[in-house]
């Protein structure tokens, strides 16, 4: 499945403590980590605001192979969304039914997916 973000939600969390204890050693590389959001923020908001933290956790620095591919999903690619992933060396930005995609430029096999 690979790594998975969701917004900490009555319903979500829920569903995410079902899955943490039907699958126990996972861990943020390859589970599900709830993230806290203002009920208040959009969709976009909430993933500018946690971008930071995704790269931190799955990025150059800290994942061996790191993320290339950020699937979106519920939130629209606003040009501070784009911006914001620009600045994380995304480039490309393909659409699908509920969100995006968002590649950053890094050999095929080498690739990862959250």
């Known amino acids: 499945m690979g790594p998975v973000w969701i917004v900490d939600?009555?319903?979500?969390r829920?569903?995410?403590e079902g899955l943490w204890a039907q699958l126990p050693?996972?861990?943020h590389l390859d589970g599900v980590t709830l993230f806290k959001a203002a009920?208040?923020?959009?969709p976009e908001e909430m993933l500018i605001e946690n971008l930071d933290a995704i790269d931190l956790h799955h990025g150059f620095y800290s994942a061996d192979p790191p993320c290339t591919?950020?699937?979106?999903?519920?939130a629209r690619l606003t040009a501070g969304v784009e911006s914001a992933l620009r600045e994380l060396g995304f480039d490309?930005?393909?659409?699908?039914?509920?969100g995006f995609r968002a590649i950053c430029p890094l050999a095929a096999e080498n690739r990862s997916v959250i």
């Open 39 to 42: 009920e208040s923020d959009s």
């Open 25 to 27: 050693t996972q861990s």
């Open 14 to 16: 829920k569903i995410v």
């Open 92 to 98: 490309s930005f393909p659409a699908f039914a509920h």
């Open 9 to 12: 939600s009555p319903v979500n």
């Open 69 to 74: 591919i950020l699937e979106v999903v519920g």
